[in-house]
């Protein structure tokens, strides 16, 4: 038997699960510690880990104080090593590791020739869905937006470039809508955006003070697409194996690891000119620390509206077709997602 304890964030609650099993591919049972309270989606650590149990044995167990006890007792300098070899299910910090420093990084978020997720619905979270989506006259064909902005939990504390203006979004939002989607902003506690569209063309998830956070996952898994920034809430798309195109992909050392993903990247730049990916320096390839890297003389540069309405726009018309599979020495690991070909046709000068 063995002992775990899930990470809160959601996107953590979902992969750092997926991760674990997938590597260590534990015989014995495995019991996860949560505490509900802290968690920040409930409903996505159900989802997977009813996925996970068609393999694996799991209990999951909400506890505020066993979840404190094992964090403590996980963490303790005093713990021989071959305790927690034996008996620890390492879910909570498995995504840390030394193996990409020299990149600039301490973590490791995939892994080659992994599975992809296709977790199933839980029956009562997609009943929910539909009275909530009958109650907001929400209609299919719709896509769901993302961008991922200063509001985002960690902020305060955490200088990065991962974040990006959500009105960049604004002219991919009107195209949208007049190739007959409905669109839906999803995330909650974000910056205003005071985007005014047709009646019921947009909603913003957040206006509508739903308390049912089961809902933020049904919006994804039943939407044509995804449309984000790299994020927490891009697991989601994961955990549903969702088509995803992904704006101001950062940072540009990860290839995204989404089957069905498609993504333009952020671009560097050094003394006020942009400069090809391969003049990066190794050890800033996976760097997020904006400090860090202007410590370095390098600056990041979100994609424009225009670039983002490409990419929109040319996967609509080719049916999530336009696409493009690239080896590049800056990409030090990563997935399965393809990078925008007309992106790539544009860019061919920082390549």
């Not at 699960?17 to 049972?29: A, C, H, Q």
């Not at 007049?178 to 005071?194: A, I, K, P, T």
Request: aromatic share 12%; glycine share 4%.
């Amino acid at each position: 038997m063995k002992f775990g304890l899930v990470r809160e964030s959601i996107g953590h609650v979902i992969l750092n699960p997926w991760l674990y099993f997938n590597i260590d591919k534990p015989i014995s049972t495995v019991i996860l510690f949560y505490n509900r309270k802290k968690c920040h989606s409930e409903p996505a650590l159900l989802t997977m880990v009813n996925e996970l149990k068609k393999k694996y044995k799991i209990i999951l167990i909400n506890s505020r104080v066993l979840s404190s006890i094992f964090y403590r007792i996980s963490h303790s300098r005093f713990m021989p090593r071959f305790l927690l070899d034996r008996y620890l299910a390492n879910t909570y910090s498995i995504h840390h590791s030394n193996e990409f420093k020299e990149y600039g990084t301490r973590y490791r978020m995939w892994y080659e020739n992994f599975p992809v997720p296709n977790c199933d619905a839980i029956p009562q979270h997609q009943e929910a869905f539909v009275q909530w989506a009958h109650e907001n006259n929400l209609k299919k064909p719709y896509v769901c937006v993302f961008s991922r902005d200063s509001e985002y939990h960690g902020d305060k504390v955490v200088d990065t470039y991962r974040n990006s203006d959500f009105k960049t979004l604004l002219p991919s939002i009107e195209y949208l809508v007049e190739m007959g989607y409905q669109v839906v902003r999803v995330g909650r506690n974000h910056v205003e955006d005071e985007i005014e569209l047709p009646a019921g063309s947009y909603i913003d998830f957040d206006d509508t003070n739903t308390e049912d956070k089961s809902i933020d996952l049904m919006l994804i898994k039943n939407c044509e697409f995804l449309l984000t920034s790299n994020s927490g809430i891009i697991c989601v798309g994961l955990m549903f194996n969702k088509k995803i195109l992904i704006h101001n992909w950062f940072p540009i050392g990860i290839k995204p690891q989404f089957s069905q993903g498609i993504y333009i990247l952020k671009k560097y730049c050094e003394n006020g000119k942009i400069i090809p990916f391969k003049k990066i320096p190794k050890g800033m390839l996976l760097e997020e620390n904006g400090a860090i890297l202007r410590s370095n003389g390098l600056e990041v540069v979100d994609n424009t509206s225009d670039e983002i309405l490409e990419l929109v726009s040319s996967q609509v018309i080719s049916d999530h077709s336009n696409a493009i599979d690239i080896r590049a020495p800056f990409i030090v690991y990563g997935g399965y997602s393809k990078l925008s070909k007309t992106w790539y046709e544009n860019n061919q000068n920082i390549f």
